[in-house]
């Protein structure tokens, strides 16, 4: 009903009627400037330079490593080169840990190697490594609910292949073996974990990724197998005799140590104590160079930030751009956030994260008030030519901006296209060649509208009801 009206009337008009009727808070003007600067997005934005520049110049960074320390550096010079009013960064808490070596080997009854790589803070084998007998699960659940007789002494084997999709949802139904397989191993007794690797594709890469270490008190080594070494594992199993591996592994675990969250404003000209939270994750694994997880979401949200700062006028409130610390790890940088900025998260307006890979967004999210929607449908109105269409309104907003909308903070998602996210994710074969330039153009074409609109509406969103 007032989309006719705001095309019959002049912009000022239509923007006095329209907040007089708190419905449509994006004046006309605010709209046909979010168009522009999506325009120059597509043009000319140039993200890809950015993650060229941080794996080239940095490459990995695991949280705490000096590879880390270099990111923290290169991300503050960086804001500082694409024209941010105010750079900072702040100190987060996290527990280190160096990778080693992993060897696996068949022993009997037909002896041959295997490719694997340890989960992350998995701990090694004893000097001389250990031999062992394999014993296979279907998934986590079943090594849950075997008597520990079966798993005492054996390497756990837990074999479930991922699905491919478009959103990632395959990922859910199988990362618990990761994250909750060596708990449940080691509580049983078994001498080690393996696991399929979280992953779609058939590369004899293993993927790492984080898993669940608090309170284990006796911890077994755990390994990812690669997705063709799973599958040479398994055809041995079906011939009925017992398999026998060698492991050979070693990691060190280090103190904890420093990281940091790195910060970017672009200052608000009339409310900079409001502000709108975009970011990504500064950290990596180690094996790559982190490219799509997260260097693409790094260089999103960076060039999205740049684009604004280039206006001839700044934004009504403050955009923020949060490099989040230790997110692999488990979100270590925005719960340290979100902790230390307790009292200030009611003058957050919303929060989004880009950590998806570098595919192209087809989907837009939310986690809005009902009564809020209107403003999602405005700035549908400028991304559905970027190919975008409108998605639920139960958006995280990302992994670290969940933490924020834990506590009620609304959310917007930019969705990309994960078809092929999950090839690559945690192995050493996440590296610049993966990342498109021109989708990284659609990416900031779309986050520029959401995040310029966001910081400059009138009126804010309010809070959206936690769930617990
Ligand atoms: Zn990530």
Do not use: C
Request: aromatic share 6%.
């Amino acid at each position: 009903m007032l989309k006719p009206l705001l095309s019959l009337t002049g912009g000022l008009v239509a923007a006095l009627a329209v907040s007089a009727l708190h419905a449509a808070p994006l004046s006309d003007e605010d709209l046909s400037v979010a168009e522009v600067l999506r325009d120059r997005a597509l043009e000319s934005s140039d993200a890809y330079s950015i993650v060229e520049s941080l794996t080239v110049e940095v490459g990995p960074r695991p949280a705490g490593s000096a590879g880390d320390r270099r990111a923290v550096a290169w991300a503050q010079e960086k804001m500082k080169e694409l024209g941010f009013d105010r750079v900072y960064t702040e100190q987060i808490e996290v527990p280190r840990w160096n990778r080693g070596h992993a060897h696996a080997r068949v022993t009997a009854p037909f002896p041959q190697p295997l490719v694997v790589t340890s989960l992350g803070y998995s701990v090694g084998t004893p000097e001389g490594g250990i031999t062992a007998e394999i014993v296979e699960f279907p998934d986590v659940e079943a090594l849950m609910k075997a008597p520990a007789s079966k798993v005492k002494g054996k390497i756990a084997f837990i074999n479930k292949r991922m699905e491919r999709t478009r959103t990632g949802e395959g990922y859910g139904p199988v990362v618990g073996g990761r994250s909750q397989g060596m708990r449940n191993a080691a509580e049983k007794g078994a001498a080690a974990l393996m696991i399929r690797s979280v992953g779609t594709d058939s590369d004899r890469f293993a993927h790492t990724g984080m898993m669940s270490i608090k309170d284990v008190e006796s911890p077994v080594p755990a390994l990812a197998l690669s997705a063709p070494d799973a599958n040479l594992l398994e055809a041995m199993l079906e011939r009925g005799k017992p398999v026998e591996v060698k492991l050979d592994v070693h990691n060190q675990r280090l103190e904890d140590g420093p990281s940091f969250n790195v910060i970017g404003e672009i200052t608000g000209r009339e409310n900079p104590e409001e502000v709108m939270v975009i970011g990504a994750h500064l950290d990596s694994w180690d094996e790559g160079t982190g490219a799509l997880d997260d260097g693409a979401g790094v260089a999103v949200v960076m060039e999205t930030a740049r684009l604004i700062a280039e206006l001839p006028q700044r934004p009504r409130r403050t955009l923020r751009v949060i490099l989040y610390g230790a997110e692999e790890i488990g979100l270590v940088g925005s719960k340290q956030y979100v902790e230390a900025h307790q009292d200030e998260l009611d003058n957050i307006i919303a929060v989004s994260e880009s950590d998806f890979g570098a595919g192209k967004i087809w989907r837009f999210d939310t986690r809005l008030p009902e009564t809020r929607f209107d403003i999602a449908d405005q700035m549908m109105q400028l991304l559905a030519p970027l190919g975008i269409e409108r998605g639920n309104n139960k958006s995280s907003g990302g992994p670290d901006s969940s933490v924020f909308v834990a506590q009620g903070v609304p959310a917007f998602g930019l969705y990309q296209d994960g078809t092929d996210y999950f090839d690559y994710h945690h192995t050493p074969n996440d590296t610049l060649d993966k990342v498109d330039p021109e989708n990284l153009k659609q990416n900031v074409a779309a986050w520029v509208v959401m995040s310029f609109l966001a910081t400059e509406m009138e009126g804010d969103l309010g809070r959206v009801p936690t769930e617990h």
